[in-house]
């Protein structure tokens, strides 16, 4: 991470994008089969594993807590599941680098054991609230240390967990997970009441390995004390990832592009709702189901977008494509307005501010609200943006580049390989003019 702080994308204009794309795999399921088949008993296969730096660092964390895995050699790996009581002590601090999703699940995972961690990460990751999850794991009996709600995070092992009824006060599928991986570890129920739908692939990676979690309505229970067992888990790409794409294709003249084998779970699909609200042009074909999750292949073809009024309860199933969705606001007709979208803010940056700074920079009227945006469409100047060392950023504001008039250099690119390894190389053959530099 740190050799490459300096790392610089610049994207000429003029590209359009066609072709059969396939992003690497889902970030979210990718850390979930390191963590669920370590537990497991027996050996878990997984293919298409997504070998980024954030679940890389999930990997490297149980490594160092005794679990042997082989891999990953081409999205393949071996784990060899240690059972829910197998875990050891590890020897140093465990440092989880910029993944919030890493610090957040662990620590209910880890509130369950017998030994004492501390969890680590980086600038960004320091800065990111994490209150959210030991208040209820407190709450729940486990004792942790954190720097005034903030990483470094020490977990105290060895304390009795009692189950929780807890209603989330956001919308948040990190803090869901981290109390059902707490829960089963816990004496009793773990009911958990959302205040609106968010990812599943918790839920649904549980009950495919054997532990059963009941889901009715808004709320989620578990009971503690279950087992889990290996699977083979075959992970679909990112539709996180395949988002860059999508947009790209949907506001550049002449592009035609199929994103293969991407992930369509429908807490994840919001981006798509999005799109086509504002008129894109997008097929879904091929739908079928690997290992308890939707895939199918998306076509997008280019076709003018209008701005809209994003309706609030797509917000918490598109949280992560909003940098994208902002460039798609962008370039369309007349007024896109997000509001209900305050979690933007607490992301790897706060979003709403770097984009809006972004896009101000680049000539586009973005005004920032404390929950959303307003966008009025216009046309992409070129110019310098800073992505803050968000990944999804810099790779939102590479797509901006294939329609705007001048050359757009995009600063502190480094973390694009948290979550998309090869993005320059797959964003060139899909046909962006991108190069990226160092120093
Ligand atoms: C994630 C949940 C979301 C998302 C993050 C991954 C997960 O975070 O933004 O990229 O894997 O559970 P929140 O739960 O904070 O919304």
Redesign the pocket.
Known sequence: MSNQENLTYVVQPGGRLSGNIRVPGD??IS?RTIMLGSLAEGVTTVSGFLEGEDALATLAVFRAMGVTIDGPNNGNLIIHGVGMHGLKAPEKTLNVGNS??SI??LSGLLSGQSFTVTMEGDASLAKRPMQRVTEPLMAMGARIQSKEGKPPLTIHGGHQLNGINYTLPM?????K?CLLLAGMYASGETCITEPAP??D?TERMLNGMGYPVSVEANQIRIQGGGKLYAINIDVPADISSATFFMVGAAITPGSDVTLEHVGMNPTRTGVITILQQMGAEITIQNERLTGGEPVADIRVRYQPLTGIHIPEDQV?LA??EFPALFIAAASADGETVLTGAE?LRV?ESDRIQVMADGLQALGITAIPTADGMKIHGGKFAGGVVDSHGDHRIAMSFAMAALIANDTIIINDCANVATSFPGFVTLAKAAGVRIESTNG
């Open positions: 970030k979210s850390h919030g999703t957040r699940l919308a948040s599928a990190q803090v997970s968010t990812r692939h918490p949280i992560d979690e992301k």
